[in-house]
């Protein structure tokens, strides 16, 4: 076997037997952040590697952490959805409905990204301290 084994977090109450499962987090890969469970006797389940959200927020709920994987409780791994992205065209379009302003605001575009850009970081990371 070439897994190895991450170090444990917690421990939760096997639903198949009577023994208390241990629960470890992936560490890399594409499920980083993710919660497992072993069972050391189980007849049912040994391991427990469900990745959906139903799954995952259950183990958080039902896991005893051990003491500095607390945080683990509440922190949720964002799995890489794909985001819906916006189609270009809005911006264009806009510019095609506005024939009484040509051109003169093309000096400052990027200026004015750059200044959006930093509003939007701070604010994202203003959120995440507050948070
Ligand atoms: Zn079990």
Known sequence: MAK????R???MECPHCDQKR?????????????????????PVKKVDQSR???SQ???RQNTAF???FESLATEKPEPKKKEPTETPLNSRGS???DPEKPQTTKPNRSGLALVA????LTLIILGVKTA
């Open 57 to 59: 927020t259950l183990m």
């Open 117 to 120: 850009g930093a509003v939007g």
């Open 66 to 68: 051990d003491a500095g």
């Open 4 to 7: 190895v084994n991450n170090p």
């Open 95 to 97: 510019e095609v409905l």
């Open 22 to 42: 241990s629960v470890h987090v992936t560490s890399k890969g594409a499920y980083k952040g993710y919660l497992y469970s072993r069972c050391p006797s189980c």
């Open 52 to 54: 959906d959200d139903v």
């Open 9 to 11: 977090v917690g421990t």
